[in-house]
């Protein structure tokens, strides 16, 4: 959605407190209102869409707390990365020559 807004205005809140039982997220991210408004769709007792701001192309939603998680990853080391390389070397090797008999 094209709402004119620089990307440095098109935000994402997640707040949440101790006491409150629901998670508060406002954003613009398609893909993440995209995801909220399905899953509250299927799960309308857990998530529920609050808000939403056509103009800005902004969406509110709550949702239950241990329903939305964050995934914290390590950075890949300099091994792995190599090890990844070479796998996506040898895949695309693989699938030349596969192209290739099929020709």
Known sequence: MRTGLPKQKKITDIW????????????HNTDL???LAAYAEQHPDVCRQTDADPETGCMEFDIEKGRFSFRLTAPYSEERREAA???AREQRRRQAEIELKCS
């Not at 949440?16 to 954003?27: A, S, V």
């Open 16 to 27: 949440f407190d101790e006491k409150d039982p629901l998670i508060h997220i406002r954003t």
């Open 33 to 35: 209102k995209k995801r």
């Open 85 to 87: 390389r070479r796998y």
